[in-house]
């Protein structure tokens, strides 16, 4: 792939530039409308006859990612939060971080519905069995062959079937996530809660409904922390529950994830924030800087790789600060001295955690140093990880 530039053609000579996206979901949906409006001709395919199901994430993602997914974002928003609090026992931290909801389900369907006006043909219910990328060419379940593809993008999600046929292995760090959502219209704020058995938990009410979940290493203990902070709100309408397995990182490495005319993106190479399990920020962020370097003239394989090397970065950084906050323990004991540190309001983004210590810093100033005093009183195991947070 090297460094040489290679034009995309443009439709208008009658020779497009085409993309195989294998997989509907979020991520295979936003690489296809970001393809599109670069002028590449894009075929989706999807194993099931709808999208948007089953419904698995809470939906959260930072204003400006919101921004970047679009028009079908915009239409999707069930609430804005201009704070998020995190609350251990009787300690608050109040954090500013202009947050959104969005409906998980109508927003896959709303970029189903813009990949379609922008001309991709969307093939439900069609299950691709194989790829062979050296011919840009997949194969259906039924036998039915589609070739000529300059790249295959495959979204499959977690299991990775077809990534395992071509003999890519990886394996990433997962819990489990629970939501349980209500029909209990209602307002506030963005909570994440200290409960035992999780990790850290949730509570999201939107005008109408009020989810409340958790994210922790046993399916029980989250179960436990979702139905107790469901009751404690006092909702006892009829709940639906949804999740799955939540994966951490690391990411795929890039060569193993992008490769002449194939680019694995979503689940299937952990493009997920390594602290929370969201997949909407890396996935758009990942499409939007292909879709820039597309337009830049590079080639579609060029244009994935410097998307993902990027966002690879990202992603790395974020994987330390997350495994020194879940599994060293110390994200509450970090709450808790930053808390009793700094009464004001910090201002964090809450999808690049890999700036948090940065912004931190600048906020609190001289009042650092009696935060880290207090974080390594309160969990003097923090000494060990926080090696894991400071390196660049």
């Not at 300059?150 to 997962?174: C, N, Q, Y």
């Not at 597309?294 to 993902?308: E, I, K, Q, T």
């Not at 992603?315 to 001295?337: D, M, N």
């Not at 955690?353 to 009696?370: C, D, P, W």
């Amino acid at each position: 792939m090297g460094g040489l530039k290679a034009l995309a053609v443009p439709r208008s000579l009658g020779c497009p530039v085409r993309a195989a996206v294998v997989g509907a979901g979020f991520a295979g949906l936003i690489n296809a409308v970001k393809l599109l409006s670069s002028g590449v001709s894009v075929d989706i395919y999807e194993e099931h006859d709808k999208v948007g199901y089953p419904k698995h994430c809470t939906g959260l993602v930072s204003l400006r990612t919101a921004r970047l997914i679009g028009r079908a974002a915009e239409t999707s928003i069930e609430a804005v939060y201009d704070y998020l609090v995190l609350r251990s026992g009787g300690d608050e931290l109040r954090i500013r971080a202009r947050t959104v909801k969005l409906d998980r389900v109508r927003l896959e369907n709303a970029l189903l519905r813009e990949a379609e006006k922008l001309g991709a043909s969307v093939r439900l219910g069609e299950r691709v069995a194989s790829v062979s990328p050296g011919r840009g060419e997949i194969e259906l379940e039924n036998g039915e062959r589609h070739s000529g593809y300059d790249i295959i993008v495959l979204a499959e999600g977690l299991h990775g079937m077809i990534r395992r046929r071509l003999s890519i292995l990886w394996t990433p760090r997962t819990s489990m996530g629970i939501n349980l959502e209500a029909r209990c219209p209602s307002r506030g704020t963005l909570t994440v809660l200290e409960k035992e058995g999780a990790w850290f938990a949730w509570l999201v009410p939107t005008p109408r409904s009020l989810v409340a979940g958790a994210l922790g290493p046993r399916p029980g203990g989250v179960m436990r922390a979702s139905q107790s902070i469901m009751k404690e709100s006092g909702c006892d309408a009829s709940r639906e529950v949804y999740g799955g397995r939540v994966i951490h990182g690391p990411p795929m490495p890039p060569d193993q994830a992008v490769r002449a005319r194939f680019a694995i993106v979503g689940d299937a190479a952990g493009l997920t924030k390594p602290l929370t399990g969201g997949g909407l920020y890396p996935n758009t962020v990942l499409a939007e800087i292909a879709s820039r370097e597309l337009r830049h003239g590079y080639d579609l394989s060029r244009a994935y790789s410097l998307a993902y090397e990027t966002l690879y970065k990202r992603l790395r950084r974020q994987f330390r600060i997350a495994r020194a906050l879940l599994e060293g323990g110390i994200l509450w004991p970090a709450v808790r001295a930053l808390a009793r540190s700094y009464s004001g309001a910090l201002e964090l983004d809450y999808d690049e955690h890999e700036k948090a210590l940065r912004s931190i810093v600048r906020t609190l100033g001289f009042k650092t140093v009696s935060a880290a005093a207090r974080l390594v009183l309160g969990a003097p195991r923090a000494l060990a990880w926080l090696p894991y947070v400071l390196l660049p």
